[in-house]
C-alpha cells in the first residue's frame, strides 16, 4: 500500500512540474511577443474614431465686400452668375463665354487708342487687323467665370458701310464714340446709331466722348455747349454717357465694368457726374 501512495504522490509531483514549467513558457512568450509590439510602435488599445463634421455644421461663408467699380478695382470681386453664352464660345476653350462688343464713329477720334489702353498688349493679336473691322480680345477671370471680350472696332472711313452690318451683327454692346473736341463728330453721332439699330436692336448703347484731356483746354462756355449737346443725345438714344481719355486711363475700364454690370445683373454703384470741367458720367 505504501509504494502505490509513494507512485501517485511521485506521478502527482512530475504533473505539477510539467504544468508550472508550461505556465513559466507561456508567460517568457507573452513577454517575448508584447515586447516585440512595442519595438514596433503599436500600442495594444482599443481604437477611438471621430466623426468628421456634416456639411450642414460648417460655417456659413462670410458676406461679400460691397463691388467696387473705381477705375482700379479688379473684376476678380464680381460675383457672376453666367447665363448661356450671348454670341458664342471658343472652339478649344469650352468654359471661355465670349461676348461680342463693338465700337462705332468717325475717324481719328481715339476709338483704336481707347481699345489698346484696355485690352492692353496687342502683339500677339496684330494678324486680327486688316481690311475688315479691327478685332482684339479681352479674356476676365470674374471669380472662376471666364469672359471674353471680343471687340470690334469699325475703322469710320468710306468702306464702313460695308463693315457695320458683320460689326454689329450679335453684340451685347454698341459704343459710339465721338471727339470731344470736334463738334462734327458729335453731330454724327444719330447716323452711327440709326446704323447700328438697322442691325442690333437689343444691345446696349453706350456714348463715349473722347480725348477728355484735350476737352479741358476749350473754354468753359463751349464745354458746357458740347456736354449739353451730348447729354442730349444719350437721352434720346437712351444711352449712357462717358467722357474719357485714353492718354489718362479715365473712365476707360469703368465703361466695360459697366458694361459687365448691365449684362450679368450686377449692382451699379457708380455716382453720376454732371459737373463741366469734369469727366461726366450720366445714366
Request: proline residues 6%; aromatic residues 10%; positive net charge.
Amino acid at each position: 500500500m505504501s509504494q502505490f501512495c509513494r507512485e501517485v504522490s511521485h506521478s502527482t509531483t512530475l504533473r505539477w512540474r510539467f504544468k508550472h514549467r508550461v505556465s513559466v513558457l507561456r508567460r517568457s512568450l507573452l513577454r517575448f511577443l508584447h515586447s516585440i509590439m512595442i519595438c514596433s510602435g503599436r500600442k495594444h488599445t482599443n481604437s477611438t474614431y471621430r466623426m468628421l463634421q456634416s456639411h450642414a455644421a460648417l460655417p456659413s461663408p462670410p458676406p461679400q465686400p460691397p463691388i467696387d467699380f473705381s477705375d482700379e478695382a479688379s473684376l476678380e470681386a464680381l460675383p457672376v452668375a453666367l447665363p448661356p453664352p450671348l454670341f458664342n464660345t471658343h472652339d478649344l476653350d469650352s468654359d471661355l463665354v465670349s461676348l461680342k462688343i463693338t465700337l462705332l464713329g468717325d475717324c481719328q477720334i481715339g476709338k483704336t487708342s481707347f481699345l489698346v489702353k484696355y485690352v492692353g498688349d496687342v502683339k500677339d493679336q496684330q494678324g486680327r487687323q486688316g481690311k475688315g473691322p479691327n478685332q482684339m480680345d479681352k479674356i476676365l477671370d470674374v471669380r472662376g467665370a471666364r469672359i471674353s471680350y471680343c471687340i470690334w472696332e469699325v475703322q469710320g472711313d468710306g468702306k464702313s458701310e460695308e463693315q457695320i452690318p458683320i460689326a454689329c451683327k450679335d453684340s451685347v454692346a454698341i459704343l459710339i464714340m465721338f471727339d470731344l473736341t470736334s463738334r462734327c463728330t458729335l453731330n454724327s453721332v444719330p447716323g452711327w446709331y440709326k446704323e447700328a439699330r438697322k442691325w442690333n436692336q437689343t444691345a446696349i448703347p453706350v456714348l463715349i466722348g473722347t480725348k477728355f484731356d484735350d476737352f479741358i483746354q476749350l473754354p468753359i462756355d463751349l464745354q458746357w455747349t458740347i456736354a449739353s449737346q451730348a447729354r442730349a443725345y444719350a437721352k434720346a438714344l437712351n444711352a449712357t454717357l462717358f467722357f474719357s481719355s485714353a492718354t489718362y486711363n479715365i473712365n476707360v475700364n469703368k465703361i466695360f465694368k459697366f458694361i459687365t454690370a448691365k449684362l450679368f445683373d450686377l449692382p451699379w454703384t457708380v455716382e453720376r457726374n454732371l459737373t463741366v470741367g469734369e469727366p461726366i458720367i450720366d445714366f
